[in-house]
């Protein structure tokens, strides 16, 4: 094999270049072959990275077998060439070719192709083993160009925290290094925060890393991309900081970025997380590409908002333009008949998946079915598809279960939720507060005290309420009764206010709830100092009095806070947008979109 190096020149090479069928890449083929060009590594390997665009994966593996005494150079090329088309078992077969070869050993430009192909879950433990072989080929420390591709790699797996030590050796991160790393952590937020995770410390503090990693690239001079942008407006619209997500999108427009339909999905999902569906409805229309994606981030954010009929009526409009539904529409679907209480519409849809559109239920739509059922009081009926479903149910399904058991009053199905979550989340102190709670409501008060008593036992804390407010553009956090704010002594008396100004409104608190060994005025104080209450205190005094009051809250609001923020939402005349774990509670003159069921 002779070395031609690129710069010898020659006519058919740039032929190559210019090759956009696959018929003028067999005609340039065939021209190396009579020339003896094929003989020369460079015009070679020219070949090879231009077939994965125009030729097929037979082809071009049937190029690569007819070279004699391959290189490592091209074998790395032939690997590039298929990470951008190849299955990675093709890949992995041309590894195990290097391996095994007596005079070549895999290099520096060996290992971000493989990786590249392997940054898929179903191929994780094979990245992993790779990343073995890097440790036993390669000398410390690593180019760049090999800790990016590590980073990519444990990224597009969902290992953020391996990620990030890779990002950190890396000194001068280039755009594609801070995409990465970006979008891991965004993608790591980017989760239904109706889980059983502490949504402040755990997908919250990946949004702020966003946050905090994007001011460090601005120090740095790199500028942003499109990617970079899908990544920042994604943790803003996981804060609801609305400020930042407005940054962005002026960002793109004034600096001529392309208004992508990543990037308008993006951003329509952020302004409906922050109450603005004016402005989401403005973009959406605005798109000139509108694809699945956005039509789904348009009708769910319709749907958490209590737009049911909107949602329905866009959903209708998307098919009639010859977009094809796939399981996340009808998510949205289902939630938006769950949020107006459209229980034969919910149903008809859940069961059209499989009837009209092809595709199986998956955990999340049996969740959405039974919040469905358990919203319109069908309780009985959420339990018969909780025990027929083809899946484990989980302890969202469960918990979802008690929660409408709680509320309808149906004891014996709330216990038996309750046991199930207690087998899925012995040390998750929620769910002993939703029974402890429903025998409080009911006068059950040794049965209260057990479950008080059963948490005590377990060495199981109550996880304690914690609400984060975005006021002129910084994140505000505030715990149950919390007294480290600069400005406590104005949140207190503006909280004494609110107080005042409720019970004049007639507003009695339901205090059966909390716990049952207080005097009823400490239950009463206990109630005012949840962390929601002193975040809409500070907002109240330290923000413009028609700005709508964003709040993310980590646990489940209270029935007591519920019902006050309804009433405060009249009285201030405010909107408040309150995310709590299980959905959005938008409240608005006195009423709130999720109807008093969550």
Same mark, same amino acid.
């Not at 003896?36 to 590594?41: D, K, N």
């Not at 001529?256 to 993006?266: E, M, P, R, V």
């Not at 358990?374 to 008690?402: D, F, H, Q, Y």
């Not at 909390?514 to 239950?523: H, P, R």
């Given at each position: ?49 231009? *077939? ?24 790395? #090329? ?52 790779? @990343?073995? @072989? ?20 444990? *990224? ?44 402040? +410390?755990?997908?919250? *503090? ?18 942003? *991309? ?11 619209? /996981?804060? !609801? =900081?609305?400020?930042? !997500?407005?940054? =962005? ?19 329509? #999902?952020?302004? =409906? ?30 749907? &958490? ?44 849809? %859940? ?6 559109? !092809? ?17 319109? !009081? ?78 005590? /036992? ?23 009764? /919390? ?16 107080? #005042? ?14 716990? %049952? ?26 923000? +413009? ?16 806070? @519920? ?13 408040? &947008? ?6 959005? @509670?938008?409240?608005?003159?006195? #009423? ?7």
């Amino acid at each position: 094999m002779q070395a031609v190096g690129p710069a010898v020149k020659h006519p058919i090479i740039d032929l190559l270049q210019k090759c956009k069928t696959l018929d003028t890449f067999k005609q340039a083929h065939a021209q190396m072959i009579t020339t003896g060009l094929i003989r020369h590594t460079y015009p070679i390997s020219r070949i090879l990275i231009l *077939s994965s665009s125009v030729a097929t994966l037979p082809y071009t593996l049937t190029i690569f077998k007819q070279v004699q005494n391959p290189s490592i150079f091209l074998y790395n #090329t032939l690997l590039s060439s298929l990470a951008q088309k190849g299955p990675a078992q093709v890949a992995l077969s041309i590894y195990y070719q290097i391996l095994t070869h007596s005079n070549l050993e895999p290099n520096n430009y060996t290992y971000p192709s493989l990786f590249k192909a392997f940054g898929v879950h179903q191929w994780f433990k094979h990245g992993q083993a790779l @990343h073995a @072989h890097v440790l036993k080929f390669l000398h410390t420390p690593y180019d760049n160009f090999v800790q990016a591709s590590l980073l990519n790699f444990y *990224s597009r797996c969902g290992r953020v925290g391996i990620a990030r030590y890779f990002f950190d050796q890396i000194r001068e991160p280039d755009l594609a290094t801070w995409n990465s790393i970006l979008s891991a952590y965004a993608h790591n937020s980017n989760v239904s925060f109706a889980s059983n995770s502490n949504h402040l +410390d755990g997908n919250t *503090s990946s949004s702020l890393e966003v946050l905090n990693l994007f001011s460090q690239m601005q120090k740095s001079l790199v500028k942003p *991309s499109e990617v970079t942008l899908v990544a920042l407006i994604t943790a803003c619209a /996981d804060l !609801g =900081a609305f400020s930042q !997500g407005i940054w =962005a999108h002026v960002y793109t427009m004034r600096n001529n970025l392309s208004l992508n339909h990543f990037i308008g999905t993006a951003l329509i #999902t952020f302004y =409906a997380n922050s109450g603005c569906l004016t402005f989401a409805w403005q973009l959406f229309y605005q798109l000139r590409h509108r694809d699945t994606f956005c039509f789904n981030a348009m009708i769910r954010g319709l749907a &958490i908002h209590g737009h049911g009929h909107e949602a329905l009526d866009l959903f209708g409009i998307m098919k009639q333009e010859g977009f094809v539904p796939d399981d996340l529409t009808l998510l949205a679907v289902m939630s938006a008949c769950s949020h107006v209480g459209l229980v034969d519409e919910g149903r008809k849809y %859940f069961q059209s998946m499989t009837s009209v559109y !092809g595709l199986e239920p998956k955990l999340e739509h049996y969740c959405c079915l039974v919040d469905l059922l358990g919203r319109a !009081g069908l309780v009985k009926e959420a339990v018969e598809t909780i025990l027929s479903m083809p899946m484990m149910p989980n302890a969202i399904l469960w918990r979802s279960l008690l929660g409408a058991a709680r509320v309808h009053g149906n004891l014996a199905i709330g216990e038996i939720a309750l046991r199930k979550l207690l087998e899925l989340e012995p040390q998750t102190s929620g769910n002993y507060v939703l029974l402890s709670n429903m025998y409080a409501c009911m006068n059950r008060w040794d049965d209260a005290k057990k479950v008080r008593q059963l948490m005590k /036992d377990q060495g199981i804390d109550k996880m304690p309420g914690s609400s984060l407010v975005e006021v002129d553009g910084s994140m505000h956090e505030f715990l149950i009764g /919390d007294k480290s704010h600069p400005q406590v002594k104005e949140i207190y008396l503006k909280l004494e206010e609110m107080n #005042t100004k409720l019970q004049e409104y007639g507003h009695q608190p339901r205090t059966r709830e909390v716990l %049952f060994d207080i005097e009823e005025e400490e239950k009463e104080d206990a109630l005012s100092y949840h962390s929601e209450r002193l975040a809409i205190a500070f907002a109240l005094i330290a923000s +413009d009095s028609c700005t709508l009051i964003r709040i993310i809250k980590n646990l489940r609001v209270c029935v007591y806070c @519920h019902s006050s923020i309804k009433l405060l939402s009249l009285i201030y005349k405010r909107e408040i &947008i309150v995310r709590d774990r299980t959905r959005f @509670h938008h409240f608005s003159n006195g #009423t709130c979109s999720c109807l008093d069921y969550w």
